[in-house]
């Protein structure tokens, strides 16, 4: 029997650079390799869009059209939608009566975001134990892998936690996820920032426009140490040879890429591109307004499949909304299951049997 995958992304707008690198190549990479359900975490979206929550109709649907355009396919893998599978919310209410509030406080990914939004002691009870539903939500699937960015990695291992607590209480019916954060873990933002983000404002859209790419990327950050064209560069430190690395040919990501292989040039040809950008901006040859052409060059003949193949999809509405109806009805017969599994485990199924 195939391993299963379960993967999510909070719908707060249309996917960028920086869940690509960090998941959504993964997940398209391995999908036919596990059995995969990728889930639109609209409740979790909830937790910064409490107050606007009919932006949500649109973010689920963009959401849903950005995986399908990078070359998920639906045949192989489920894609279902958060709050239509009531399972999540019954078992985040069982896990919340065993998490302390102090070990989600000392998250660190929670700890991050809330000072990102500036929460401080006014954080929300939903927003502080994000952790307890994405627990649910992982554990619900039974899946064993959990492709993540980076940043998500502290949330996996209190997901595990909670697996731990609950089957040394009860019964050992859940399964003990492993977190798959991709060789190229993690985009800095346009600005530089540890973390590309919507709320920050430093990212770029798979769906930005070519243009639109290009301006973003000429006003990227660089190696601060780099002023004139002639200065020696420092590429490590340099956000957007961090970008080159991360799509360059010679990628970890390579593999996973719609239509890299065919846009790129011969690898004959392009193998060692990255050595060169790297050699030519240590030795100060490469200015950095060069390097980012380069840079936009290599972006925009990457996002151009998907580009196309979103506009495709745009124009399906209904086929895309029928492929979120029809995976979250599959998905919830695996939902319903761990239910059960829970509740006898629990012991609190008290009319059967
Ligand atoms: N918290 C994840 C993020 O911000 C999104 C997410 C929700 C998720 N549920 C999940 C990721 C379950 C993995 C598994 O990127």
Redesign the pocket.
């Given at each position: 029997m195939k391993k299963r995958i379960?993967?999510?992304?909070?719908p707060t707008g249309k996917l960028h650079l920086g869940h690509y690198v960090g998941s959504v190549a993964n997940r398209v990479k391995l999908q036919h390799k596990y059995e995969t359900f990728i889930?639109i975490?609209d409740v979790?979206a909830l937790t910064t869009n409490f107050e606007h929550p009919e932006n949500l109709t649109q973010y689920v649907r963009d959401v849903a059209i950005d995986n399908l355009a990078c070359g998920l396919d639906p045949e192989a893998a489920t894609i279902c939608v958060q709050s239509m599978i009531p399972e999540i919310a019954e078992l985040t209410v069982y896990f919340s009566m065993f998490t302390s509030v102090a070990s989600l406080k000392r998250n660190p990914t929670i700890k991050a975001e809330a000072k990102q939004y500036g929460y401080g002691e006014n954080i929300m009870y939903g927003f502080l134990g994000y952790p307890v539903s994405?627990a649910a939500?992982?554990t619900s699937f039974r899946a064993n892998l959990?492709p993540?960015?980076e940043d998500?990695v502290p949330?996996l291992e209190q997901t595990r936690e909670i697996v731990r607590k609950f089957n040394s209480l009860y019964e050992p019916v859940l399964i003990e996820p492993k977190a798959l954060v991709s060789k190229v873990s993690r985009l800095v933002g346009t600005d530089g920032a540890a973390k590309m983000s919507k709320s920050i404002g430093n990212v770029i859209e798979l769906a930005d426009l070519p243009e639109v790419l290009e301006q973003k990327v000429m006003k990227m950050f660089t190696d601060p140490g780099k002023i004139y064209k002639g200065d020696k560069g420092h590429p490590d430190k340099c956000p957007v040879y961090s970008y080159q690395v991360a799509f360059s040919t010679e990628s970890e990501l390579d593999q996973g890429m719609i239509g890299r292989r065919l846009e790129s040039l011969p690898d004959s040809e392009s193998g060692g591109e990255l050595k060169q950008i790297r050699e030519s901006c240590l030795s100060g040859k490469l200015g950095c307004v060069e390097c980012k052409k380069n840079l936009a060059g290599t972006l925009n003949r990457f996002l151009s499949p998907i580009r196309e193949r979103r506009k495709d999809f745009e124009k399906k509405q209904k086929d895309v909304d029928e492929i979120l109806i029809e995976g979250t009805k599959k998905a919830r017969i695996e939902t319903k299951k761990t239910v059960q599994l829970v509740r006898n485990a629990m012991k609190i199924e008290y009319f059967r049997g």
């Open positions: 379960l993967t999510g992304d909070r889930l975490a979790q994405q939500d992982i959990v993540v960015g998500q949330v």
